[in-house]
């Protein structure tokens, strides 16, 4: 690799170069009886879109260390197409943490709801497994830098329990 390439890889990159988004029809295999999508298939969507975020912005391979608390708002049925959207909201030292808005659409009533949103942390790694350090990111909107500062005290509340679980 060289030297331009190095440092091209290693800058602080702003959020917008993290943005994803990621489109599913709903199909009868992902449905329950009732032809509602299965939550399981929704937290994988929401897991594979938010990778994508932390691969774009750390340029690394990446693992799903946690997904916080997650609410299904309304039900998404076969047929409807549903639209995931992510991006960094802040990198730590190893690990990021990614928010994964989703929404579902009806082409026929061109109705476009909120389904959920999740915020999920991501650590890289190499090859090998090795954690890697995350090049900074750089928040510009007023949300972005809203969701920045949110991030913060998110990763405080998950490590306060994280170590409540360990008391236990
Ligand atoms: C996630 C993992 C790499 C953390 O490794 P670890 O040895 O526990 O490392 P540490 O405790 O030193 O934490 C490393 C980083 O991960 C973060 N982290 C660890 N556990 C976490 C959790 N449950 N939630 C959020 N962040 C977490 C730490 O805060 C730290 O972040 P930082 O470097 O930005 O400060 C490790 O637990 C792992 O490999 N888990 C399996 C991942 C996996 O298989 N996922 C599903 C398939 S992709």
Do not use: Q
């Not at 709903?26 to 399981?40: F, I, Q, R, W, Y």
């Not at 992510?86 to 909120?114: A, D, I, L, P, Q």
């Not at 809203?146 to 306060?160: C, D, L, M, S």
């Amino acid at each position: 690799m060289s030297d331009d390439d190095k440092s091209k890889l290693s800058r602080p990159r702003p959020v917008r170069e993290s943005i994803s988004e990621m489109t599913e029809i709903v199909l009868p295999n992902d449905a329950n009886p009732l032809n509602a999508l299965l939550g399981g298939r929704l937290m994988h969507w929401i897991d594979l879109a938010g990778a994508m975020a932390a691969h774009r912005h750390s340029r690394a391979y990446v693992v799903t260390a946690s997904i916080d608390h997650l609410d299904f708002l309304v039900p998404v049925r076969v047929g409807d197409f549903v639209i995931l959207r992510s991006s960094v909201n802040r990198v730590f030292h190893t690990s990021m943490e990614v928010g994964v808005k989703v929404w579902v659409e009806n082409y026929r009533s061109e109705e476009s709801r909120h389904v959920s949103s999740a915020y999920l942390t991501f650590v890289a790694v190499d090859i090998a497994g090795n954690r890697l350090p995350v090049v900074p990111i750089v928040p510009e909107t007023e949300d972005e830098k809203r969701r920045y500062e949110g991030a913060a005290r998110r990763r405080e509340i998950r490590r306060a329990e994280t170590a409540r679980r360990k008391r236990c």
